[in-house]
């Protein structure tokens, strides 16, 4: 009687055991309320320009405005496209751009298409020192197969481990890939990386440069996928989209926006919106002095750094095969002569103030500014850093029409004329004149502020003078 009843003791003790077990296993963590800030398409905007007044953006305004939002629970991520491109003093200012996002408390940054000009040496170099991880899925060595960098990144809030997954589309020219660089298809990144993320995380978020097609079929195929944030958009989102089990969120506007999404993860790893917002950095947003002074000491170090740009050898005369060119720059000293009354639109216009701008900016060693501030920056004949504002500068008669040395020689010396200018239009001002560089380019609006044209030519039998 007594080993009976010890056996039904023991029984009853493993039978309340395994309940309790049970019973732990099923429990689920604590509901937490999750927000989600995300950037994208920044381009090296450490800082506004400065070129306009109003201008939105920068990473200055973005600090600001999320040094005030509070939260334990928050994650911060950047879609792609920080980087403004490859050349070595882009590489300058994404430094102290990582540095910037670091001090946001950024948990990840995708890349995108801009960063996977990169070469793999260079992002795998990018990999180890910055300070913020850097992920993307399906950027891959060429070589070996492999990620460059950190594929996804997993981080804990409340009790539940989020995954950060970072893809960007493959809608990308092979020769615009950096050297060594490949790019592997998002569904079939997805496809193998899904089951093990869901195996680790209790939620997934994509971080998708892709358009917005592509961010609703990826929803469609991968029930996976708890949050979809994407930047490679024509316009950020104006409502937030479910697709399959997905919330859709997308942002981009060149920097001057920043999305939020607020989300509640409970059950294991259900997620349900709660909020969203997408929250334009506008001008009247003050400048974080912390961010600022990084860009002081991109451009100090850009100054002092000797650059590809500044080597002659590297500034083909021939960059289309089998075209020469005929003229150089020669200055606009060289056209006011002749050309009185457009001297006289010019030296009355922003145009002949341009290199100024730049100085009072300290901006003046900056390949980025410099070549809409000076005449042919990045030719062979045209402006260089070297020349440090003593000639070639502003927006001259060249920076619009072109190198004009031929046309002054045929000019000074009675030649026969065989130089002509091509005519001019309002897309030779929108290579300057555009996005935060400008104030919504109108040729109607912006041309009779400089218009100009032939020189009157003197009647001297009626002593006046007609065009």
């Known amino acids: ?190 496809e193998r990386l899904l089951p093990e993320l869901k195996r680790k995380a209790d939620v997934v978020i994509l971080l998708a440069f892709t358009d917005e097609v592509s961010l609703s079929r990826l929803a469609q195929e991968f029930y996976e996928l708890d949050i979809i944030l994407g930047g490679k958009v024509s316009q950020p989102s104006q409502k937030l989209d479910k697709e399959n089990r997905s919330l859709i969120l997308y942002t981009a506007n060149e920097g001057r926006a920043l999305g939020r999404l607020k989300a509640k993860v409970s059950g294991h790893g259900k997620v349900a919106a709660v909020d969203h917002e997408i929250k334009l950095l506008q001008d009247q947003i003050p400048e974080s002095d912390a961010v600022r002074s990084m860009a002081e000491k991109y451009r100090k170090e850009v100054r002092a750094t000797k650059l590809s740009v500044d080597d002659p050898a590297n500034l083909q005369d021939n960059m289309v095969p089998g075209v020469k060119v005929t003229a150089a720059y020669v200055g606009s000293q060289n056209c006011v002569e002749c050309h009185k009354t457009a001297a006289k639109v010019w030296q009355e216009s922003g145009h002949a103030e341009a290199m100024n701008t730049l100085i009072n900016r300290s901006a003046d060693a900056d390949p980025n500014c410099i070549a809409c501030h000076t005449v042919g920056f990045g030719s062979p004949s045209g402006y260089r850093r070297e020349f440090a504002g003593k000639k070639l500068v502003d927006v001259g008669c060249e920076s619009c029409h072109g190198p004009g040395s031929l046309h002054v020689e045929q000019r000074q010396k009675q030649l026969p004329i065989t130089f002509k200018f091509r005519p001019l239009g309002a897309g030779d001002c929108q290579k300057c004149h555009f996005g935060e560089f400008s104030r919504p380019f109108d040729w109607n609006r912006f041309w009779p502020h400089i218009q100009h044209g032939k020189e009157p030519v003197r009647n001297a039998a009626l002593g006046k003078d007609k065009q």
Not at 88 to 102: G, P, S, V
Request: charged fraction near 20%; charge should be positive; glycine fraction near 10%.
């Open 1 to 190: 009687m007594k080993r009976w009843l010890a056996i039904l003791i023991l029984l009853g003790a493993i039978v309340g055991v395994g309940v309790f077990l049970a019973s732990r296993k099923k429990s689920p963590p604590v509901p937490v309320d999750l927000t989600v800030f995300f950037t994208c398409d920044a381009r090296g905007r450490l800082v506004p320009c400065g070129c306009f007044s109003g201008q939105y953006g920068g990473l200055t305004r973005l600090k600001t405005v999320l040094d005030q939002e509070g939260g334990t629970n928050s994650i911060r991520a950047d879609v792609g496209n920080a980087i403004r491109g490859k050349e070595d003093y882009n590489l300058i200012e994404y430094k102290y751009m990582l540095q910037a996002y670091a001090a946001m408390n950024f948990d990840a940054l995708n890349l995108g298409h801009r960063e996977a000009q990169l070469s793999a040496d260079q992002l795998s170099a990018l990999k180890n020192e910055s300070p913020v991880t850097l992920i993307s899925a399906n950027l891959l060595d060429k070589k070996s197969g492999s990620p460059l960098v950190e594929p996804y990144k997993i981080i804990n809030r409340g009790k539940y481990k989020v995954a950060l997954l970072g893809l960007m589309d493959s809608q990308m020219q092979n020769e615009s890939l950096g050297a060594g660089v490949g790019l592997e298809k998002m569904e079939v990144t997805l």
